[in-house]
Nanobody, 123 residues
Framework: QVQLAESGGGLAQAGASLRLSCAASGCTFTTYTMGWFRQAPGKEREFVAAIPKSGEYTYYADSVKGRFTISRDNAKNTVSLQMNSLKPEDTAVYYC????????????????WGQGTLVTVSS
């Protein structure tokens, strides 16, 4: 049974940094594309970033490009999201997700999800 567990959320001021981590278990992590999504209050869940199994490339939503960095450690079965220059509009529940195969931006293409971690950015 695949399990994804996020950690690292919390309260931050605008301009600060936070690092989210996601630990995977019960799967062959090295075969999975991993992604981060977020859902703000009253809004639909949206793509944030993704990284294929090789880690050779990374993909970002325009809203976070240049501020967020996704990375993975296949030896530790973890994927991380370094979030710099945080803005109040980054406030959301952040979800880690995994899938076999290629990177997709749509959340419905991901098979496995964590429980989410709340990030709140104050102005």
């Amino acid at each position: 049974q695949v399990q994804l567990a996020e950690s690292g959320g919390g309260l931050a001021q605008a301009g600060a940094s936070l690092r989210l981590s996601c630990a995977a278990s019960g799967c062959t992590f090295t075969t999975y594309t991993m992604g981060w999504f977020r859902q703000a209050p009253g809004k639909e869940r949206e793509f944030v970033a993704a990284i294929p199994k090789s880690g050779e490339y990374t993909y970002y939503a325009d809203s976070v490009k240049g501020r967020f960095t996704i990375s993975r450690d296949n030896a530790k079965n973890t994927v991380s999201l370094q979030m710099n220059s945080l803005k109040p509009e980054d406030t959301a529940v952040y979800y880690c997700a995994g899938k076999n195969g290629a990177v997709y931006y749509r959340d419905v293409m991901y098979d496995y999800w964590g429980q989410g971690t709340l990030v709140t950015v104050s102005s």
